[in-house]
């Protein structure tokens, strides 16, 4: 039990397009979910805590306009970026609570690769 | 906000000898302390983990110790083998959890 996937696992852009990353509890509701930012050879960077049915609490320096979330069912949250530009080319991991595990344990999701041209 | 310090950044061995990751943090309402290991372009994976009641906590060769008072926790990892070579990241999670930057650890055989 408590399997995350994501979707897609990479994808390629041009630069000013939006691209949208689905996270999903395979086999538990997911109270909370979080959206990491990893950059190579770095650690992970939280961007946002998002609780189903609410508004994303999003980490100091984070722009909500540009990191669309939303936690629209307890087993699926979205991460959209909007007019992404190479900077934004990262490791993207969203990870979920809930399941069998303790009440503070996360399970993480296997990653998207964002790659701007 | 939280602040997770972890040292060393790499760390290489022999197999067959004994790795210590330490990690320090500064927020007292942290109650939970997992370890992750990630290997290249995958996802982390729990290994072990400890919550602010308990002092220590092993799982046949990895063990965690807590010391709440001066705010720090390491990861032991005895008889290391090759396969344990990867990035280990602590946190310290209080709702959410901050990491540290990470160590990469190489077993050398």
């Known amino acids: 039990g408590a399997v995350v996937s994501q979707h897609p696992s990479w994808v390629i852009c041009k630069s000013g397009t939006s691209v949208k990353i689905e996270c999903r509890s395979l086999d538990f509701q997911a109270t909370t979910m979080f959206w990491y930012r990893q950059f190579p050879k770095q650690s992970l960077m939280l961007m946002a805590t998002?609780?189903?049915?609410?508004?994303?609490?999003?980490e100091q320096g984070v722009e909500k306009d540009k990191f669309l979330i939303n936690h629209a069912s307890l087993t699926l949250s979205t991460l959209t970026v909007t007019s992404a530009h190479p900077e934004d080319s990262s490791f993207y991991i969203c990870?979920?609570?809930?399941?069998?595990?303790?009440?503070?344990?996360?399970?993480f999701g296997p990653g998207t690769r964002l790659t701007v041209l | 906000g939280e602040n997770v310090e972890q040292h060393p950044s790499t760390l290489s061995v022999q197999e067959g000898d004994s790795a210590v990751i330490k990690c320090t943090y500064s927020d007292s309402a942290s109650n939970y302390f997992p370890w992750y290991k990630q290997e290249l372009g995958k996802r982390p994976q729990l290994i072990i983990d400890i919550r602010s009641n308990v002092g220590e906590k092993k799982d046949q060769r990895i063990a965690v110790t807590l010391n709440k008072t001066a705010k720090h926790f390491s990861l032991h990892i005895t008889e290391t083998q090759p396969e344990d070579s990867a990035v280990y990241f602590c946190a310290a999670t209080a709702g959410k959890s901050t990491f540290g930057d990470g160590t990469t650890l190489t077993v050398k055989p």
């Open positions: 998002s609780n189903e049915g609410s508004k994303a609490t999003y």
């Open positions: 990870s979920a609570k809930g399941g069998s595990g303790s009440y503070n344990e996360q399970f």
